[in-house]
């Protein structure tokens, strides 16, 4: 009877490591809260704009120095941003703001080489 109790008590433990390891492993970290966010530009304003997404209405997006903006592998401005274009924003999301770190446009190829920005690295036209 008292071997069944021990025997008990250890897979008891194991169990219990082993619901602590996979809680530690699956939960993302709190400290580096980057999203992505989809959707169209209903509004520019001067620190940012306002996205308008499928499930929440309107998104105040503020953007700072370290903002890029792409369109396809072309580096562009933060003023190449047009009211209706189709973004794909990565943010920080902090307390109270919604800062956006990288955003691609999404475009057509032609759209996207009309605007006179920076061309990759690779490129020799």
């Known amino acids: 009877m008292r071997n069944l109790e021990i025997l008990s008590r250890h897979r008891l433990g194991i169990a219990c490591r082993l619901v602590l390891a996979l809680v530690f492993f699956t939960t993302p970290p709190a400290l580096d809260a980057k999203a992505r966010l989809s959707g169209h530009i209903v509004q520019l304003r001067p620190d940012g704009f306002i996205l308008r997404t499928r499930f929440y209405p309107h998104i105040n997006v503020h953007l700072s120095e370290q903002t890029t903006v ?56």
Do not use: N, S, Y
Not at 86 to 93: K, R, S
């Open 70 to 125: 792409r369109c396809k592998k072309q580096i562009l401005k933060t003023t190449d941003l047009k009211m209706g274009d189709l973004v794909t924003v990565e943010v920080f999301d902090k307390k109270d703001t919604v800062e956006a770190t990288k955003i691609t446009i999404h475009r057509d190829w032609l759209k996207c080489r009309e605007i006179k920005g920076e061309k990759p690295a690779h490129c020799k036209c």
